[in-house]
């Protein structure tokens, strides 16, 4: 009975995650009907119906473009000298980002590097095509490099090796640096990112944790999981992270915010720039963590 008790704990965990149900992610009063559909898109049958994934691209800062789908993130910075694209995508997909990429009035010829969180097929399995058509150079963490060639039957096509990071790096291209965390716990090499993004003449922190979902078996990768959700939250409290880039939508309350966005009025505070919003959802990323982890050392008796 523990067993199966504890299976159906770690599947509402990551239902409430992976869905953005939890009150820090809620899209609270949202009638919108686009909103309502692509926040309770991911499911095995919608993931790959381009009706329920469509998004159009749309500009979240000066700088900063959403090119994801309903249910996965993808962003595009412009540097002013080439372009950066966080998460890769997958399947046709990756076709439609490269469409959205034009439709915003840039050359995906110029996409310089490809960031990716970790290695599960949703945020890499574009990779390759945009390595081998436009010759990005990829990014990721040695443990995830490994992760992705280990899975290479879900990529779109063949992705060589390319740049490894460690923590603390930096990669840096026209106006924008880009510093790398590894945050351990969804998968074993997951990065995180910080940069900076523009707003007229303001200028915000922000970052992508790169692996928030607790879909994943373990007391040590639990453990791992929690530090990083403390790693963060420290790095918020000594300087605040104001814009949270989430690697799936409603993880940050995206769509909601890009409906207020589209209604901003001259003067009034960006939607997506939320410091004590992010700190709220750190917390509540601890707090569902810490239920896991009690679950997962009951497992084996701990």
Same mark, same amino acid.
């Given at each position: ?163 490894? *990071? %460690?923590?603390?790096?930096?990669? $840096?291209? @026209?106006?924008?640096?880009? /510093?790398?965390?590894?945050?351990? =716990?969804?998968? #074993? ?53 104001? *814009? %949270?880039?989430?690697?799936?939508? $409603?993880? @940050?309350?995206?769509?909601? /915010?890009?409906?207020?966005?589209? =209604?901003?009025? #001259? ?36």
């Amino acid at each position: 009975m523990g067993t199966v008790r504890g299976m159906v704990m770690r599947l509402m965990i990551w239902a409430v995650l992976i869905f953005g149900f939890c009150s820090c992610t809620a899209v609270d009063g949202d009638t919108n009907p686009e909103s309502q559909a692509l926040v309770t898109s991911n499911n095995a049958s919608t993931r790959s119906d381009p009706g329920l994934q469509r998004v159009e691209p749309f500009a979240i800062f000066d700088n900063v473009y959403y090119i994801g789908i309903g249910w996965v993130s993808a962003y595009l910075i412009d540097t002013g000298n080439g372009l950066i694209m966080i998460d890769a995508l997958y399947g046709d997909f990756v076709d439609t980002a490269i469409q959205d990429i034009r439709a915003l009035g840039f050359d995906p010829q110029d996409l310089e590097y490809v960031l990716v969180t970790h290695g599960h097929f949703d945020h890499v399995g574009g990779a390759g095509q945009l390595q081998q058509q436009f010759g990005a150079q990829v990014v990721m963490t040695e443990p995830d490099w490994q992760l992705a060639e280990a899975s290479r039957g879900s990529l779109a096509q063949v992705l060589n090796r390319d740049v490894v *990071v %460690n923590d603390g790096d930096e990669i $840096a291209l @026209g106006n924008t640096t880009v /510093r790398f965390y590894v945050t351990p =716990g969804h998968t #074993p090499g997951v990065l995180s990112f910080e940069f900076v993004v523009r707003d007229g003449e303001s200028e915000h922190r922000a970052f992508t944790f790169g692996g928030v979902g607790l879909n994943f078996e373990g007391v040590e990768r639990t453990e791992s999981y929690l530090r990083s959700v403390q790693r963060i939250k420290e790095l918020a409290q000594a300087n605040p992270i104001e *814009v %949270n880039l989430a690697n799936h939508p $409603a993880m @940050g309350r995206l769509f909601e /915010r890009r409906d207020l966005l589209a =209604g901003r009025a #001259p003067g009034e505070p960006h939607p997506f720039v939320d410091a004590a919003g992010y700190l709220s959802w750190l917390d509540e990323l601890g707090q569902n963590g810490e239920v896991k982890l009690t679950e997962e050392r009951a497992e084996v008796g701990r």
